[in-house]
């Protein structure tokens, strides 16, 4: 079974230039999660989409990012215009997440480690 | 809301010691709790995973993890260390009522000396 893949999984960009980041989960797998990541600390929830639906976007700073999942397959996250203290790995999960708690396993993606200068 | 608190940020530990991580959480109900290890640079594997029952849960990589409610407590233990086990451990809490989102806590950075 294909695990949940990320692209691109290195980005450097300067600050307020935009980016986009893209995620493709494990087949099947109704909810999607994009965390973010910064060095030194623990995944932090930035939205998650229960098929293509939004079911959480409140840590999501909406005046710069965004994210869509179209079609309730692939999702992408943007930010526009980035900021120095955007710079963290950007995690894309999944999970079944339908029926019974024993789907809200959440698998990983590699990631895209964002630096901005 | 659910928080999760590891109140180690680095642990060193010899190569065939044990190993004992700690994690503390904060919620209401009878929380899901997760373990997920981290290599650098790369993403979040999940180690084990305790939703009910036994409160001993068994793990991959010969980790295991104990849920005690009286203590909030999900502590991650492993009897003898290997040199490949030296990474960032993430202790994590999930709910349904709160759909099912994971809340990490800050993470502790394993060392492991020859």
């Known amino acids: 079974e294909a695990g949940v893949a990320q692209s691109p999984r290195y980005k450097i960009i300067e600050k307020r230039q935009s980016v986009a980041f893209w995620c493709n989960p494990i087949s099947g797998h109704a909810t999607l999660y994009w965390y973010q990541q910064i060095l030194g600390q623990g995944p932090k929830l930035l939205i998650q989409f229960q098929n293509n639906g939004v079911v959480d976007d409140s840590q999501l700073p909406k005046d710069r990012f965004s994210a869509e999942r179209l079609k309730g397959v692939d999702s992408t996250l943007k930010i526009q215009p980035a900021k120095l203290e955007d710079s963290a790995v950007y995690l894309c999960?999944?999970?079944?997440?339908?029926?019974?708690?024993?789907?809200?396993?959440?698998?990983f993606g590699q990631g895209t480690r964002l630096t901005v200068v | 809301a659910q928080s999760v608190t590891q109140p180690d940020i680095h642990i060193t530990v010899s190569e065939g010691a044990s190993l004992e991580l700690r994690c503390n959480y904060s919620y209401g109900a009878t929380p899901y709790l997760f373990w997920y290890v981290q290599s650098p640079g790369q993403g979040l594997q999940l180690l084990l995973k305790?939703?009910?029952?036994?409160?001993l849960v068994q793990g991959i990589k010969g980790f295991e993890a104990e849920f005690k409610r009286s203590q909030s407590s999900f502590n991650l233990r492993k009897p003898s260390v290997h040199w490949s086990d030296a990474a960032e451990y993430f202790c994590?809490?999930?709910?349904?009522?709160?759909?099912?989102?994971?809340?990490f806590g800050g993470g502790t950075r394993v060392l492991v000396k020859p």
């Open positions: 999960a999944s999970s079944l997440a339908r029926g019974g708690r024993r789907n809200t396993e959440a698998f």
């Open positions: 305790y939703f009910s029952g036994d409160t």
């Open positions: 994590a809490v999930g709910a349904r009522a709160a759909g099912n989102k994971l809340t």
